[in-house]
């Protein structure tokens, strides 16, 4: 399991805290979103999204688990 360093908390907050998702059409004319977190930019399906979202819903789970330990 990933351990967050002290010295990146507030920065990771922050970039939590001003990431955008916004309506965005991919190169193939499908709809989609873009988000952006920190540095990080993507225009996704909604596929793709829902997949990512999903294994981040998984992933706190499991952290939630380990965490319970």
Do not use: C
Not at 20 to 48: D, H, K, M, W
């Amino acid at each position: 399991m990933f351990l967050e360093k002290n010295h990146h908390h507030w920065k990771n907050r922050r970039d939590a805290h001003y990431a955008t998702v916004r309506p965005a059409t991919l190169a193939n004319g499908e709809p989609g979103a873009s988000i952006r977190i920190g540095q990080v930019f993507a225009v996704l399906s909604a596929e793709e999204f829902e997949a990512i979202a999903n294994r981040a819903t998984e992933a706190i789970a499991e952290a939630e688990t380990e965490t319970a330990k």
